[in-house]
């Protein structure tokens, strides 16, 4: 079965300051992985997606997120946060056994950027 | 390119009524998905749609919970007679392709309250 666990609920940030937002996930099948974004009063959004390529996956404004199979992590990074990243992150795998993109969604990590 | 649009985006409902939710997916899109979030879970699948035809229900949560999509456009999910666990937020979805890689498209949701 697949699932995925974002281990932090919160996390709180200062402006200019790397954001690390964490997600393992379980799966039987060779993974496909999404960062998903939701601002307040706004829809999912699509950070970026893992499908067996490359391991480093670059996404939308200035994300990025590493799938390493040996921790079964699929972390997502940015460099230098700023005010309007906050937000909640979802860490999502599919599953295929129906044939179709089914989404298995995280819990979810709010990330809050100071001043 | 118009998004995926749902409505109401809010509603509130006494326990033992009826409410409809609509979705319209992105023009061209045959495979519509609904999910939703109660409060302190994670997004739940409910089920998909290709074209006018259910898929895959199996994520819906009992027989209050009737989806629609007549003629494979739009779809409508209703919930009768509403009970206070329903409360959440309802997310619409959409995709051209429905292989695993495929992306979904989201709407803004609508949060429903049941009171």
């Known amino acids: 079965a697949q699932s995925v666990t974002q281990l932090d609920s919160h996390v709180s940030v200062s402006e200019g300051t790397p954001v690390l937002l964490r997600c393992n996930y379980s799966?039987?099948?060779?993974?496909?992985l999404f960062w998903y974004v939701q601002h307040p009063n706004k829809g999912l959004q699509l950070l970026l997606k893992y499908t067996s390529a490359a391991t480093l996956v670059k996404g939308i404004n200035g994300f990025e997120a590493e799938f390493k199979k040996s921790e079964t992590s699929f972390h997502l990074t940015k460099p230098s946060a700023h005010m309007s990243d906050a937000a909640e992150y979802f860490c999502v795998v599919s599953d295929p056994s129906g044939g179709y993109n089914k989404l298995i969604f995280g819990a979810g990590t709010r990330l809050a950027v100071h001043p | 390119e118009a998004g995926v649009t749902q409505f109401p985006s809010h509603s509130v409902i006494e326990k033992g009524q009826t409410v409809t939710l609509r979705c319209d997916p992105i023009s061209g899109h045959d495979n519509l998905y609904w999910y939703r979030r109660v409060m302190g879970k994670e997004i739940k699948f409910l089920l998909h749609?290709?074209?006018?035809?259910?898929?895959?229900e199996s994520g819906m949560p009992n027989n209050r919970f009737l989806a629609e999509r007549t003629g494979g456009t739009y779809s409508t999910l209703k919930v009768q007679p509403a009970e206070l666990e329903d409360s959440g937020v309802y997310f619409c979805a959409s995709s051209q392709t429905q292989g695993a890689y495929s992306p979904l498209h989201f709407g803004n949701g609508t949060r429903l309250t049941v009171t």
């Open positions: 799966s039987s099948y060779s993974p496909s």
């Open positions: 749609f290709v074209k006018e035809s259910k898929q895959d």
